[in-house]
């Protein structure tokens, strides 16, 4: 008996050969669906783990999260109701001396916003014309009688006020998950009139979403490394197309064996939880604050 | 004897009504016992304690725990709160277990779910951190912790819950050795405040080690020996029937042997040649 405990091992597995490859032309780096998963990982957690601002010692993270929550939603209502540029313009540079005093780069929450604000500017567009805002014309681009055709000075205003509205409120939004770790973040949410088990969803989506994309990375490295030569276009879509049903069999297992474990742990249909924040004079001078520059757009 | 606080009669199990997962598995479990759950992988383990557990129902059979027959409807009901109280278990994958933010929010989950008072669920959350030496972990979230930290928050986690019977699926897998030693310490110490320990394994370790009954399942799913560690261990024909040991060949300098070999290294006897 030899020592593979019976195990006939193949002659050309016997066989040795390290050497180095012949071959000098170069690949072209990470390919679609690689890019695809490893961008959609950065982003996740991106969002999870924001480059540690929820430690700072800054303005924001000093006040209780109910508080601060709260605060950034009457700042965005704010936001809603003011109506002229100038007066957005102002309130955008209170949110980015509040960064600074939270010690948030302004950049990030730009870098963050700029995505939302080029998404919308796509989809307002075509209110800068004539036809949907009527009015002085800026730029002429038919001036037939019948149909004319031109940007006017209400429609770029209103693009403007809408534009700068979205920044200040997705900036806002930004600086709130900024600045409140992920886990603070859902305990503020079940602080307010919102069912626990849609914040729980909601929280295990973020958490198990993570599980996932490792196992897509895991399922795409593991075929990388044993791929030698380039898949067609075909093969590449045919394994696309398995590994989105493994994932979806993969998270359909997840959820079911999640349900059995909180199950076991005594889940019963409703989640009980418990807040252990405890609010200061801070966090209502915060409050009132946030109220006061509600208030006064209201007055504008 | 006592009332057995399961009492599984000829319960066979179907997945999908297709694949068979137990049969026709009868057996009485009593108050205090540590007993270990042996197979090798597929071989019904795992699904033999989630019935335990409540968690899934025999396709035929019975179960009665704790003095009620183990039904859908009667977990449905108020048995389920005292029944959950009672019975912890400790899955095999620690990630499907660490649902919550945060590894406080993981430990005080269970407590908190069963109407246990605030101030209650607070101290059982800080005494089971400081007992499972993971103070520094509380505010950290489950998915950045290692395998073993996971596997200890999820220990926690249940035994918050201050559970009398224990299920344990595969409690060693994945750990490093000194984890390991560190569960052997922690059932150890269990066993001693006579809680029940059950446990699905196919690491023989454990089984000396920890247990005083073994219930060993074949890979046809029926259990094929019930007995002590020390029955069960010196029956070798048995344990490779079923795919617990196998035989194994090694050298040792000139010497050659020829023994059987379980996963965690069992020695027990050589057969040399030159």
Known sequence: MGLSNGVNIPEWLKTTGVAACPCCSIGRGKGFIEKNIAAIASFIKEVLEPEGFANKNGLLQQIDPRARLLGILLFMLTAALLKSALSIILLLSLVILMAAASRVNAMILLKRALPVLIFTLFLVLPAVFNFINPGAPVITISARDAFPLYISKQGLEGIAVFLLRVGAMVSLLSLFMLTTAYSDVFRALQTFPIPKIFVAALSMTFRYIMVLIKVAEDSHLARKVRTIKPSTLKQGRGWLASRIWFIIERSMETAEDVYLAMTARGFMGEIKTMTIFEMKGRDYGWIGFSLFILFLSMQL | MNEPLFDIKGVSYRYSDKYIGLKD????????????????????????????????????????????????????????????????????????????????????????????????????????????????????????????????????????????????????????????????????????????????THDLSIVEDLTDRVAVLSEEHTIVADGTPAEILKDKDMLLKVNIIHEHTHRHGDVVHIHS??????????????
């Open chain 2, 25 to 200: 598995i009868t057996m009485q479990i009593h108050s205090g016992e540590s007993l270990a759950i042996l197979g090798a992988n597929g071989s019904g383990k795992s699904t033999l304690l989630k019935i335990m557990a409540g968690l899934v129902f025999p396709s035929f059979g019975s179960v009665i725990a704790l003095g009620k027959p183990l039904t859908q409807d009667i977990l449905s009901g108020e048995f389920a709160g005292f029944f959950r109280s009672k019975v912890g278990f400790v899955f095999q994958e620690p990630d499907v277990q660490v649902f919550c933010p945060t590894v406080w929010d993981e430990i005080a989950f269970g407590p908190l779910q069963l109407d246990i008072p605030k101030d209650e669920v607070i101290k059982r959350v800080e005494d089971v951190l400081d007992m499972l030496g993971i103070r520094a972990l509380k505010e950290r979230q489950p998915h950045h912790l290692s395998g073993g930290e996971k596997k200890k928050v999820v220990l926690g986690a249940v035994l918050s819950l201050n559970p009398d019977i224990l299920l344990l699926d595969e409690p060693t897998n994945g750990l490093d050795p000194r984890t390991q030693v560190w569960l052997f310490e922690l059932l150890a110490g269990l066993r001693k405040f006579k809680k029940t320990v059950i446990m699905a």
């Open chain 2, 261 to 274: 070999h379980g996963p965690f290294a069992r020695h027990d006897e050589h057969e040399d040649k030159q």
